[in-house]
């Protein structure tokens, strides 16, 4: 077996306050830096967060930096790391948060132990305050099939979302063809794919991560077109992954169903106003679904209404929409 056990793979753009308190802890460990690699992947930052990156480079040897030639986005960013691991297992971490130190010897302990895919870890919510919280999905587990775990879950799936609450064996992903979409919310049907994808799976109730609730994050931005026809996407990816477990695992792939219905039911909340570019890429990806789409009771009735009368709509909307994204912005203009 390889003597390279885990990539931790940290995606960056402007990230310069943080991400010596991120590396600080991923080389604050307990085994050797042989058995692991560090990859900080530069998409385009502006600040110096690349600097800092190479200070880290002069004293670890096991730490890798890949730059982008034009900015890819976060999903983009960490298929960037997927590829170039070389690393059995993957842990995406985030610059703005950071892990438990001397954490990876009992992970990489466990990981061979029970020749797992995916091991699922609690976390800790860490505030400016230095509000520290725990935050945990389920009870720990014995080594069963991650689909098993999903079904029995108490709580909605989208809350185990985040990438970095696991560990993944690189090759489930390469195998299974496993990447993140270049949108918004690209972490949600990754994770759910991952998830019940693996055959050798395990929660542990151990908080090997904490959480940075960053008030500059993606997550608090305002709402744009991009997020609505992101949140689109991924309600399509969600209905295709629906459509690919129903015959084997009806019941949960109703609640696959039903999330991505509530995706695109939200995303519709923009249709008026989408360009004719979101227009065509939301189209092409709700096609091939619309009987799904017209035969539910789930959408509200403006929606329902679209699905119906899809070729209609979409010609008005056509003509439509550039005047009423006009009238919105004037509106603003003179607010």
């Known amino acids: 077996m390889s003597l390279l056990k885990l990539s931790i793979i940290i995606p960056f753009y402007n990230s310069a306050s943080y991400i010596g308190r991120c590396l600080d802890t991923v080389y604050n460990q307990d085994i050797p830096e042989y058995l692991y690699e560090v990859i900080c992947i530069d998409d385009c930052s502006p600040d110096h967060t690349k600097d800092i990156v190479h200070e880290y480079q002069m004293c670890h040897s096991n730490l890798r930096m890949i730059e982008h030639a034009v900015n890819k986005m976060q999903g983009e960013t960490r298929n960037t790391g997927i590829r170039n691991a070389q690393g059995e297992y993957i842990w995406f971490v985030d610059p703005d948060d950071f892990i438990k130190e001397n954490c990876l010897k009992a992970i990489v302990d466990m990981l061979e132990n029970d020749n797992l895919d995916v091991l699922n870890f609690d976390f800790f919510d860490f505030y400016d305050s230095n509000k520290i919280l725990p935050n945990s999905i389920s009870k720990e587990t014995e080594l069963i099939k991650g689909k098993v775990w999903l079904n029995e879950l108490n709580q909605n799936f989208d809350e185990n979302a985040s990438p970095w609450r696991r560990i993944i064996r690189k090759n489930l992903l390469l195998e299974k063809k496993i990447f993140f979409s270049p949108r918004r919310y690209e972490d949600q049907d990754f994770s759910l794919i991952v998830v019940y994808s693996a055959l050798n799976f395990r929660h542990i109730n151990q908080y090997l991560y904490y959480y940075y609730h960053n008030p500059q994050s993606t997550i608090g931005?305002?709402?744009?077109?991009?997020?609505?026809?992101?949140?689109?996407?991924?309600?399509?990816?969600?209905?295709?992954?629906?459509?690919?477990?129903?015959?084997?695992?009806?019941?949960?792939?109703?609640?696959?169903?039903l999330s991505g219905l509530w995706k695109i039911n939200f995303g519709c909340k923009e249709l008026l106003y989408y360009t004719q570019t979101y227009r065509k890429k939301m189209i092409n990806a709700v096609q091939p679904h619309l009987s799904i789409l017209r035969n539910n009771n789930y959408f509200s009735d403006s929606v329902k209404r679209y699905f119906s009368y899809f070729e209609v709509y979409n010609y008005l909307f056509f003509v439509l929409s550039p005047l009423m994204r006009g009238l919105r912005f004037f509106k603003r203009r003179i607010r």
């Open 221 to 257: 931005e305002k709402l744009t077109a991009f997020n609505y026809i992101s949140s689109i996407e991924c309600g399509v990816n969600y209905l295709s992954f629906y459509n690919t477990i129903k015959e084997d695992d009806p019941e949960f792939a109703e609640k696959v169903k």
